[in-house]
């Protein structure tokens, strides 16, 4: 059942103390027929929302009367994409709808003190990985639609924008990162590591500044595709359980291992002389044939009219595809909108199969819905379906706290395993103690 919870005064005083104490595992949004603790749900429940409940279904929810929502949107065009949507709700609903400039980096910081004070924004777009404080803290209301979204988008766009299984966001891009390659010097597209090993060790002339190959190897965001190719992960149970650390497993060192085979065989530099500018400078004169890379790197490379192509990371030797990070943009509801029902509303409406495609028309982000996957214009752009191919596989960053010391420890475990060859097991071990430490920091 539902639970747009209707803010009266008192609920606002105990949301967060409530939320925080039961967590999402209580919330079975949308299903009417998975609750069957009558107790639970009157309390939950408002009377209000008992009767738009009683006379509405998950498709046609009963609007609240005189409903008006504030959006929050990046700027650019995601700003001229979110005020098209905006237009078009309101024809086709009558519902007023005020865009602002928020960005999605500081909306879920404003919300914290906007959302209880209600000035927040109605509905509002973040980063998924930024999302889960909101969560626990109970500003933030379930997806209203979860068994739809989770048959037509992505998985990992639906992994990304769930805590502890339960769906909040609306998807609204999903990026990645994935093998650019010159198509001057390139003549077959490697399908496997082995394949562009030897393709980049026939090119790589160090004294020629010619490199046959890069990625930047001291950053994990990169370099979980081939720790979770071979098998390594961040934390169990889809990255919700921090106890359970798959950094350091048979996985995690043979990521480690094909690093240093990287490094003497394709890549004989140290790790701070590989960077973002030096790979693209290589790249537009033709000095490099592979990177690896991720869609904000497009508009340089067009606009120095390189000709490149985009294909999703090669298998590795054990033939799995290497499993690249994904970042998920979603609207979310806030849990004090007056307007719960329009709220959710507009964020389904937003992230239609119609205003979707419109996005990426305007802005060229990447739709995480499976079906736009076939839209002719998403299949004839090899570029964008270069990085869409390589979605499908990717694992969206965690999302929960205890990320935060992941990233320092292990970017310092893979610089001194490049740079000094050091014994990845015994460097890894060192990382997961160091990200231990950090979670119970956290945690006091």
Known sequence: MRKSRNLTLIFALVITVVLAGCGGNNNQVGNASKTTDTTQTEQTTSPEQSVNNATTTPTEPEIEKDAKLLVWDNGGSDEDWAKMVAEEFTKKYNIPVEVQVVSQGDAPTKLQTDGPALLGADVFLAPHDKIGGLISAGLVLENFYPDEYKSEFMEAAITGTSIDGVLYG????????????????????????????????????????????????????????????????????????????????????????????????????????INAAVKETLFINNNLLFDINGPWAVAALQEAKVNFGVAPLPKLDNGKSPTSFSGIRAYYVNSYTKYPEAASLYAKFATSEEMLMKKFEISGQMPPRTRLLENEKIKDNEIIKGFLDQATVSVPMPNIPEMAPVWGAMGNAFTVIWDDNADPKETLDKAVTQINEGITLLNQ
């Not at 169990?236 to 490094?263: P, Y």
Request: charged share 20%; aromatic share 14%; net charge negative.
């Open 170 to 273: 609306y998807p609204t891009a999903i990026d990645t990162y994935a093998l650019f390659y010159n198509k001057d010097l390139v003549k077959t597209v490697p399908a496997t590591m082995d394949e562009l090993i030897e393709q980049s060790k026939a090119f790589t002339d160090k004294s020629k500044e010619k490199y046959g190959f890069m990625m930047l190897v001291n950053d994990f965001y990169f370099l979980h595709a081939i720790l979770g190719g071979y098998g390594g992960y961040v934390f169990g149970d889809k990255n919700t359980n921090s106890s359970d650390i798959g950094l350091n497993n048979e996985g995690a060192v043979q990521a480690g291992q094909f690093m240093q085979r990287l490094h003497k065989e394709v890549l004989p530099l140290s790790s701070a002389d």
